[in-house]
């Protein structure tokens, strides 16, 4: 089945306490991307990359790292969380030249 | 640059009621257009899509059609049902775009 993965699915932290949002997909895609789900703000595009080693800030990278070393998964990291992070995140693939993302579930980040 | 309004909610209706869910974009050339739903707790999904004017997506008894003229790709269901409560969200693609530009999502709930 075909699947994008994110863990934790919820996490409440502290500010200044750095934290990883792991995304694992077992499609062969070769774009990921990460959004953050806010309240009247719709989603929005964090980073997205379009191949291993290859990553591209979107359009609230601020607060935020990424990696791509592998195919399959597209890390997301808060060097030093701020409450202004708290939000509900998600990742997401497609396969090269598509217009459809799949989307994972979700990780509800809290930090205090 | 590119963007997508949509009609804010919450949208209230009775199971049966008719539904239209507004949208509008702004873009250079021809976007792909999309509608996704978020059912509680669960990531986006693509309910479905448009690549260029006049077509007409549907799926599970949505419909929305690409309109260039007046730039929107309203939502419709002719007789909503209590499972269709979810939030809905515009999105569209551009022509040179990577990322999924997103409107601000609108919220439905139906009652029996």
């Known amino acids: 089945e075909a699947q994008v993965t994110q863990n934790p699915r919820y996490l409440i932290t502290v500010t200044g306490k750095k934290l990883t949002v792991t995304c694992s997909q077992n499609m062969n895609h070769e774009y990921m991307s990460w959004y953050r789900q806010d309240p009247g703000l719709g989603l929005r595009q964090i980073y997205y990359?379009?191949?291993?080693?290859?990553?591209d800030k979107g359009d609230v990278p601020e607060g935020y790292k990424v990696s791509r070393k592998e195919k399959r998964n597209f890390p997301l990291i808060l060097e030093s969380p701020s409450p202004n992070q708290t939000s509900l995140y998600f990742c997401?693939?497609?396969?090269?030249?598509?217009?459809?993302?799949?989307f994972g579930a979700g990780s509800r980040l809290t930090v205090l | 640059g590119d963007s997508v309004t949509q009609m804010e909610g919450p949208v209230t209706l009775s199971e049966e009621a008719f539904l239209t869910i507004n949208c509008t974009y702004t873009?250079?050339?021809?976007?792909?257009l999309f509608w996704y739903v978020q059912y509680p707790g669960e990531g986006l999904q693509l309910l479905l899509k448009?690549?260029?004017?006049?077509d007409k997506g549907s799926n599970k008894g949505f419909e929305a059609t690409y309109r260039k003229e007046t730039t929107s790709f309203h939502l419709e269901k002719g007789s909503v049902q209590v499972s269709d409560s979810a939030v809905y969200f515009c999105a569209l693609r551009g022509q040179a775009g990577t990322a999924l530009i997103f409107g601000k999502g609108t919220t439905l709930s139906v009652s029996s």
């Open positions: 448009a690549t260029k004017a006049d």
């Open positions: 997401a693939t497609s396969p090269p030249g598509a217009n459809v993302l799949t």
């Open positions: 873009a250079t050339g021809y976007p792909s």
């Open positions: 990359s379009m191949n291993v080693e290859v990553t």
